[in-house]
């Protein structure tokens, strides 16, 4: 096990940047993600540490170690990529042990690892079939099998989940986990997911534009997201975000007082999470324009005066207003459920009722 670094770590692409000054640290035997939209420059912050993208500028360290130009065999890693890349030729078996033979393990040792990864994974029955007889969560299984056989220093997981339907990703998640927990390996994994993230990190690391925008533990940042960004992006749907003004300690939305705030006067950008905004007798005026139901709970999309889209997440059994119908929403008085955002940088104002 070991800690992984990124100390200023930049990686150019011609006049683009990918990953842009990133400095973190992955602690030792944490079970970190890496957020972000496509383009984020996740994928490729994985890479440099696998050393598949060369450092354009910064340092990365494994451990004690700058492995800026340590090759990728030698960075003791494992890597499990979105496609599962496994040798069709091979069977189960030989896929699994591939990488001990690599290093020259003993036979007795290559099947003690085999079978205990196999065991591990549920997949001691398939050890004698091939990648095409495979179903995809199985394929997906023996992948992790193989970067588990080595216990590395640090396991990196590039979307391996992406491929699979609903019910495979939720029980491969289970997997991953209880895997992680067990092996205590410090793990890196990408994904665009936040589901994924919120339910498998002890930490999240959100990335835009090849910045770091937040880092903390998966409520932290749900709670308290550090930009607008970070408020839109996590949750699913997401923070809902329009504009405000802050007057004499009051905070309007369309000219409607919100809420008491401690903040300077000004405008200013009002978030809350759906789950935090009700249909009241009276508050926000907004016309409902959508209903779609989730099972146990109904998300109602409504549209204010100024064409901002608001949405509000109510159990099943309260009444559903119909399209056209004019509604009012109040904000659920718990003092946690605003947040304001600076109206320019989109970074977080600290207020409070």
Do not use: W
């Not at 040792?109 to 085999?114: I, L, Q, S, W």
């Not at 699913?236 to 405000?244: D, F, I």
């Amino acid at each position: 096990m070991a800690e992984v670094r990124f100390d200023g770590v930049t990686k150019t692409f011609g006049d683009v940047k990918a990953v842009d000054n990133l400095t973190m640290t992955v602690e030792n035997g944490e079970f970190l993600v890496l957020l972000g939209p496509s383009g984020c420059g996740k994928t490729t912050a994985l890479r440099m540490i696998a050393g598949l993208e060369e450092i354009s500028a910064g340092s990365l360290y494994i451990g004690d170690d700058e492995v800026n130009d340590i090759p990728p065999k030698d960075r003791d890693i494992a890597m499990v990529f979105q496609s599962y890349a496994l040798y069709p030729h091979l069977t189960v078996r030989r896929n699994i042990e591939f990488p001990l033979r690599q290093k020259d393990y003993d036979k007795a040792e290559r099947d003690a690892r085999v079978a205990k990864a196999a065991a591990t994974l549920q997949l001691t029955e398939l050890l004698d079939r091939k990648p095409g007889q495979l179903s995809g969560g199985q394929r997906q299984r023996v992948a992790l099998a193989r970067a588990i056989v080595r216990q590395p220093r640090v396991y990196l997981m590039d979307e391996p989940l992406s491929n699979l339907d609903a019910i495979l990703r939720t029980q491969t998640r289970a997997d991953i986990v209880a895997i992680q927990q067990e092996l205590a390996t410090t793990t890196v994994f990408v994904t665009h997911d936040q589901v994924e993230a919120m339910t498998m990190g002890h930490r999240i690391a959100v990335l835009s534009g090849g910045q770091l925008q937040q880092v903390g533990p998966p409520v932290e940042l749900y709670e308290r997201p550090a930009n607008t960004f970070v408020a839109g992006f996590l949750g699913n749907p997401g923070m809902n975000l329009v504009a405000g003004e802050v007057a004499d300690g009051v905070v309007s939305v369309n000219g409607t007082a919100i809420r008491e705030v401690r903040a300077s006067n000004g405008p200013v950008t009002v978030g809350a999470r759906p789950e935090t905004l009700r249909l009241a007798p009276e508050g926000l005026v907004a016309t409902a324009s959508f209903t779609e139901v989730l099972g146990a709970d109904v998300l109602v999309l409504c549209t204010l005066p100024s064409g901002e889209r608001f949405i509000v997440r109510q159990a099943l059994d309260r009444p559903r207003p119909q399209s056209g119908e004019a509604i009012h929403i109040a904000v659920v008085d718990d003092g946690k459920a605003l947040h304001l955002f600076d109206i320019a940088s989109g970074g977080r104002l600290e207020a409070s009722p």
